[in-house]
């Protein structure tokens, strides 16, 4: 008897940022194109075509080593607005199949079909709908992979790139998993694969053969989580609600930077980026993070959480201003701000006795807060660059770093 359709669904735009570019470009059809930095900026590859990647070219590599590997390369810059426009036509594809979306990127998100196929059919007649309405909607092309669980489901959109779809059911899990390589488990990185295959543990079959306390004992809690993989248990449910942990960018210099007045600015000139951000998103930070990395490549972080959620520039960059202080002094390569322990906007701050909100340096204040949106809709309506403070007119991406933003 065939096993029940799988219920949960991965899909993974191929090449998302490439694509969007190659599909806004057709001229570059067939050719390696990657988005990312320039090289004389010490940028980084963001994205890559498959064209590309046959070069050996992949994301995240330093784009002077991608050019140098494919002379050929076009390089583009990213465009995150226009990324994520065309996301929210993708997540909007989705939703009209299912409530139940959990987006990972701008370019992935788990689904769960239970409940939808009185509707739409099955979850594999679903998942191929959602495939030809995006490329309908979009002209991208997605991977997509069906399963009973999460990891599996992941796995098995990975599995066939690109324009990839691939259904997992419950009675072919092992004929699925046990040839693979043992590194395609979750959480299995370089050095775990290392100790396995120090085991004798090459394959994700030789690993779910071993029994289960020999490899919590070799390995701790996360043992169990592998083991549990390798037999394709994962409890984990689509979780709609989704809430991002941290939200943040960062900038490699084209050179050193040592003055700190220049680094002060360039924070400030963050803050407000990742201030915009949060507000966009809905959303509010307590724990604020400062990440520098000096010419030797020696990083360090500083943090500092305070008492009251913010997303106003002026208040992130307060704290930012003294975490940098507290750097030693020397010349930086990389900087950035980070924002964590998000809450949603809605959630009311808690009060002190009598009803009176406790007074700090970075509690907002109702009229900064209505300016903010007021600044907000101004930059929605007419572009980011509309207003900016008076210490940061004529500065943005004046430096020619590698800037992005990071969740």
């Known amino acids: 008897m065939k096993a029940e359709s799988p219920e949960i669904l991965h899909v993974d735009m191929d090449a998302f940022y490439a694509s969007v570019e190659t599909r806004d470009r057709p001229e570059l059809a067939g050719k390696p194109v990657c988005v990312g930095g320039r ?8 994205a890559a075509s498959y064209a590309a990647r046959e070069f050996g070219v992949h994301s995240a590599m330093p784009t002077q080593r991608a050019q140098a590997l494919c002379p050929g390369l076009v390089l583009l810059p990213p465009d995150f607005e226009k990324y994520t426009e065309v996301s929210r036509k993708i997540m909007s594809i989705f939703r009209n199949y299912t409530p139940i979306v959990e987006p ?21 007649e679903i998942a191929r709908s959602i495939k030809r309405d995006i490329l309908k909607e979009t002209g991208l092309i997605a991977s997509i992979g069906v399963a009973p669980s999460k990891f599996l489901a992941k ?50 079959g030789d690993l779910a053969s071993r029994r289960r306390d020999q490899v919590l004992r070799e390995f ?13 248990i994962d409890p984990r449910r689509v979780s709609p609600r989704r809430v991002e942990k941290s939200h943040g960018m960062e900038r490699t210099f084209p050179e050193d930077i040592a003055d700190r007045e220049e680094l002060k600015l360039l924070l400030y000139e963050f803050c407000e980026e990742v201030s ?37 520039g002026k208040r992130i960059y307060a704290v930012a201003r003294d ?26 701050v808690q009060t002190a006795l009598f009803g009176e909100v406790m007074a700090e340096a970075t509690q907002e204040s109702p009229r ?40």
């Open 39 to 46: 090289a004389e900026g010490r940028g980084v590859i963001a």
């Open 104 to 124: 990972l990127s701008l370019d992935e998100a788990f689904l769960d079909t239970s409940g939808s196929e009185r509707l739409f059919g099955d979850s594999i």
């Open 155 to 204: 796995l098995a959109s990975d599995l066939d790139k690109p324009d990839g779809f691939r259904v997992i059911r419950s009675d072919e899990i092992r004929d699925v998993l046990d040839p693979l390589s043992v590194s395609k488990i979750f959480g299995v990185g370089p050095r775990t694969a290392k100790r396995l295959e120090s085991l004798g543990v090459l394959t994700v």
């Open 220 to 232: 701790g809690a996360s043992g169990a989580w592998i083991h549990d993989l390798a037999h394709g």
């Open 276 to 312: 915009y951000d949060l507000r966009h998103r809905g959303l509010r930070g307590r724990t604020i993070t400062l990440k520098a990395r000096f010419s030797s490549f020696k990083t360090v972080t500083r943090s500092r959480t305070v008492d009251f959620p913010v997303n106003l």
């Open 323 to 348: 975490l940098l202080a507290k750097v030693p002094e020397g010349p930086l390569r990389l900087l950035g701000i980070q924002v964590s322990n998000l809450e949603d906007v809605r959630t009311p």
């Open 368 to 407: 900064e807060q209505r300016a903010s949106s007021a600044l907000d809709q101004l930059r929605k309506k007419y572009g980011r660059g509309t207003v900016v403070p008076a210490s940061l007119l004529g500065r943005q991406g004046a430096r020619g770093g590698e800037a992005g933003p990071g969740t």
